[in-house]
């Protein structure tokens, strides 16, 4: 594999290959999915908020998961997960509980879906363990789950420094309060672009951010698929990045939530959360985005390396430079 860099990028990107010693834990959900595109159908495939995060935020930091399976969860999807070096004491299984599981139809063009089922299984009433070396965790994402659980689990830990949050249509319809409610307790908020306007009552994307920050996040990301995300920092600042441009597309299940890890990843490794730097873990957010979505489920994912991670970072600034 051979990387052209150009200036400064090379000190970039030999300052990033090392971890910082911040540990990142990931709560949410660990899912069999069922993903249906016109071109293909996978069935009760490794999948879940959390792990697309945790395995996405791996290539960065150190990182721990919790989460709740079933017994119906096969243990080589959780070796995929641990695998990547991702600190699984945290995910609890439940003898003859049912794994969360998602069904989903994508349309031609694999920018619409259709939730068909949403089995909650043993995630729901879920009390969340949380390991002791976790509580300590100097970041942590609320992937999209039950606010009721992300609330109570904040408890647990030991003032991080950094929180994020994601949630789905599922929840806001389910309870919108509850949503509202999480965000008031974290420090930033990844959603997507038709979830903010779900939430939000509001068709313009920058009234949506305006909104969630007045809830009392001090900055959110929307994301909007294959056209990228917007980061708004409560001070006024606002980033639009276009996505990584890819000629094919197989599945864009997870690349929400590994875009969010690749941003938090970013973000611990650095230790800092400054606006410049927040900037960098967005790029770095939609480069684990566009591995993501090149596979069905995390496969894409878990074949990948920091060398892959840094190569794209570095052809995503060389094509965006003007």
Excluded at 147 to 155: A, D, G, M, S, V
Excluded at 207 to 226: D, Y
Aim: charge should be negative.
């Amino acid at each position: 594999m051979t990387t052209v860099l150009i200036g400064p990028l090379q000190a970039h990107l030999f300052e990033n290959v090392c971890f910082h010693a911040a540990l990142l834990t990931v709560f949410g959900t660990v899912a069999l999915d069922t993903t249906r595109t016109p071109f293909r159908t996978e069935t009760r495939i490794l999948g879940g908020a959390a792990t697309f995060a945790s395995i996405s935020a791996s290539m960065f930091s150190k990182t721990s998961i919790v989460a709740v399976v079933g017994s119906d969860m096969p243990q080589e999807h959780l070796g995929a997960i641990k695998s990547k070096g991702v600190d699984t004491k945290g995910i609890i299984n439940i003898p003859d509980g049912k794994t969360f599981h998602y069904d989903s139809t994508f349309d031609y063009d694999l920018s619409n879906r259709t939730t068909n089922k949403t089995e909650l299984g043993v995630i729901e009433g879920f009390d969340p363990v949380i390991p002791e070396e976790y509580a300590k965790s100097d970041y942590l994402y609320l992937a999209n789950n039950d606010p009721q659980q992300n609330i109570k689990i904040l408890k647990r830990f030991d003032g991080p420094k950094l929180i994020v949050c994601d949630t789905i249509e599922f929840w806001i319809n389910k309870d919108r309060q509850g949503v509202v409610d999480m965000i008031g307790r974290t420090d930033g908020v990844v959603i997507n672009d038709n979830e903010a306007r779900l939430l939000c009552k509001e068709a313009n994307l920058a009234r949506c951010a305006k909104k969630i920050l007045s809830w009392g996040s001090k900055f959110a990301i929307i994301k909007k698929g294959e056209h990228g995300a917007i980061l708004f920092a409560a001070d006024g600042l606002v980033f639009p990045a276009s996505a990584y441009f890819l000629d094919e597309i197989v599945d864009p299940t997870g690349a929400g939530d590994s875009f969010a890890g690749g941003f938090l990843g970013h973000l611990a490794r650095t230790g800092r959360s400054d606006f410049a730097t927040m900037k960098e873990a967005v790029i770095y957010g939609n480069v684990m985005g566009s591995f993501a979505v090149e596979d069905f489920g995390v496969r894409r994912l878990l074949t990948i390396g920091h060398e892959d991670v840094e190569e794209r970072y570095v052809k995503y600034r060389n094509l965006v430079q003007f």
